[in-house]
């Protein structure tokens, strides 16, 4: 295992050394390896921690002492990966609070989703009550068709889904897996919206466009 002064774990990470010194005494980042009372040795685990760390504040825009929190869970040994990936999802989806006006309909569509489907969800998963609060919306603006449509909506993000949790499952550490997971969901998800444009202007040339030619050449 590769060995590094904090000099050169700052340098490979791109994180100062005043800042990686904030994260050793906030509990963030292990203790390196002592070599004499004022030095100490630190590895690749402390690099990948490091780059976790960054894309929790920089990707996610966690305050410090909510990336502690999910460092811990984590790193709880006695839970599922599972369990400690959720606090991951918990993190980056933080639950809403809910309103007088909260259309109880919409939560009980999405419950209903979710039993048909048979997904297991926990209760008080986040998401539930962002998709509630979206179809509730939808049909505040008269676009209840497209809440109707749910299933297309879950047949389409559940295989995707499927694709992305067994490619992160290939990452051979916790510290691995959980990058995966905030990298994938943040930035994932603007993937899919900027291939989700590019086939929506495709389709509407397609069955909206002119019938013949394109105006924006005569």
Request: without cysteine.
């Amino acid at each position: 295992m590769a060995r590094m002064r904090i000099g050169e774990l700052s340098r490979r990470s791109g994180v100062s050394v005043p800042t990686i010194k904030f994260y050793l005494r906030e509990g963030l980042l292990p203790p390196g390896e002592l070599t004499s009372p004022n030095q100490a040795d630190y590895a690749d685990g402390h690099l990948r921690r490091l780059r976790l760390i960054r894309a929790l504040i920089d990707l996610a825009g966690l305050p410090v002492v909510r990336v502690k929190e999910v460092l811990e869970s984590l790193d709880a040994g006695d839970e599922a990966l599972h369990h400690r990936i959720g606090a991951v999802h918990r993190a980056l989806a933080p639950p809403r609070q809910s309103t007088e006006d909260h259309d109880t309909r919409a939560e009980v569509q999405v419950r209903e989703l979710i039993e048909k489907r048979g997904w297991a969800i926990e209760p008080d998963a986040p998401a539930i009550a962002t998709l509630a609060e979206t179809i509730a919306v939808l049909h505040a603006l008269g676009q209840g068709d497209l809440a109707a449509d749910l299933d297309s909506y879950a047949d389409a993000v559940e295989r995707l889904a499927e694709r992305e949790v067994a490619a992160v499952a290939s990452r051979p550490d916790p510290d691995r897996i959980a990058e995966s997971v905030v990298v994938g969901t943040i930035l994932g998800e603007r993937l899919i919206t900027a291939l989700r444009l590019l086939a929506q202007e495709n389709i509407s040339a397609r069955l909206l466009g002119p019938a013949s030619g394109d105006s924006r050449t005569e």
